[in-house]
């Protein structure tokens, strides 16, 4: 399992052959290790029920974020 960082683009685990699958992106990561998601398409969040606040354990990374410094 990849370490989930911010800005990062996530998904639901196990969904890899669904055509719309919520999508979202990293916005806060909690004390409690709970993940904060800005999703992007919030329509298809909705249908899942899927709230801004999720457990690491039910997502996977379709794109990591490439961190700069400036």
Do not use: C, H
């Amino acid at each position: 399992m990849s370490i989930i960082n911010l800005g990062d683009l996530v998904t639901l685990k196990g969904m890899a052959k669904t055509n719309e699958k919520p999508l979202g992106m990293v916005k806060r990561i909690w004390a409690t290790r709970d993940i904060e998601i800005f999703w992007l398409n919030e329509e298809v969040a909705k249908r899942y029920a899927l709230t801004d606040i999720i457990s690491p354990k039910k997502l996977e990374i379709v794109s990591k974020a490439n961190q700069q410094s400036s």
